[in-house]
Nanobody, 126 residues
Framework: QVQLVESGGGLVQAGGSLRLSCDTS????????IGWFRQAPGKEREAVSC????????YYSDSVKGRFTIVKDNPNHLVHLQMENLKPEDTAVYYC???????????????????WGQGTQVTVSS
């Protein structure tokens, strides 16, 4: 019954934009950070962007910094990942995840996160 639900993936051309959304409204446990992660075929899952629910501090991977923005929409229980200037190497399944532990800085390791959504596919064509 505890769920995170991603949406917003799709097929875009290089240079295009997408906004992913993580719906946390059915996640009834306490959590202190939400992360966006991605996994491309044959590759390890990696952090893209994470945000603290305590102070809104953020983390961005070097590969997306300056192109992606993570935003909390608290009234609607959503965490968005706004992706701009998409590149073919951004192609992956994107997951949102919740961390139920408190950290002094926003966590960005896969192992820090306890619950995961089902993923949404992002495909960027060249």
């Amino acid at each position: 019954q505890v769920q995170l639900v991603e949406s917003g993936g799709g097929l875009v051309q290089a240079g295009g934009s997408l906004r992913l959304s993580c719906d946390t409204s059915k996640f009834t446990l306490d959590y202190y950070a939400i992360g966006w992660f991605r996994q491309a075929p044959g590759k390890e899952r990696e952090a893209v962007s994470c945000i603290s629910m305590i102070d809104a501090s953020t983390y961005y991977s070097d590969s997306v910094k300056g192109r992606f923005t993570i935003v909390k929409d608290n009234p609607n229980h959503l965490v968005h990942l706004q992706m701009e200037n998409l590149k073919p190497e951004d192609t992956a399944v994107y997951y949102c995840a919740a961390d139920r532990a408190v950290h002094s800085t926003v966590p960005y390791k896969v192992t820090s996160y306890d619950y995961w959504g089902q993923g949404t596919q992002v495909t960027v064509s060249s």
